[in-house]
């Protein structure tokens, strides 16, 4: 889990037409989303970066898309979504920038 305390975190804010969703987690973190495509949901593997609403972000890949899996950990969380794939792609790219 992230030190909340610890110094200010980049956010990542994603949103759609009926939500938004706001990520904080290390630049460095963020890059490591290049590793999503060894992240499969059907081998039960996902990447944890970043925190929602105080709940670990999981990142996987589940046919051609992204899941992101909100909560205490990526078998029982609370909220999940999909997102592109090309949106994760950017913002891996984005961190790698800055």
């Given amino acids: 889990m992230l030190d909340m305390d610890a110094e200010p975190l980049p956010v990542l804010t994603l949103r759609a037409e009926t ?16 590793e999503i495509r060894d992240a499969h949901w059907d ?3 996902s990447l944890r970066i970043g925190v929602c609403a105080g709940s670990s972000v999981f990142w996987a890949l589940s ?36």
Avoid: C, K, N, Y
Avoid at 20 to 34: G, K, M, Q, Y
């Fill in 63 to 98: 046919d051609d898309r992204a899941v992101l899996l909100i909560g205490q950990d990526d078998e029982t969380w609370d909220i999940a979504l999909t997102i592109p794939l090309a949106t994760v792609d950017e913002i891996a790219a984005l961190a790698h920038v800055f």
């Fill in 43 to 45: 081998e039960r593997r």
């Fill in 19 to 34: 939500w938004e969703l706001h990520i904080r987690a290390p630049l460095a973190d963020f890059s490591r989303l290049t």
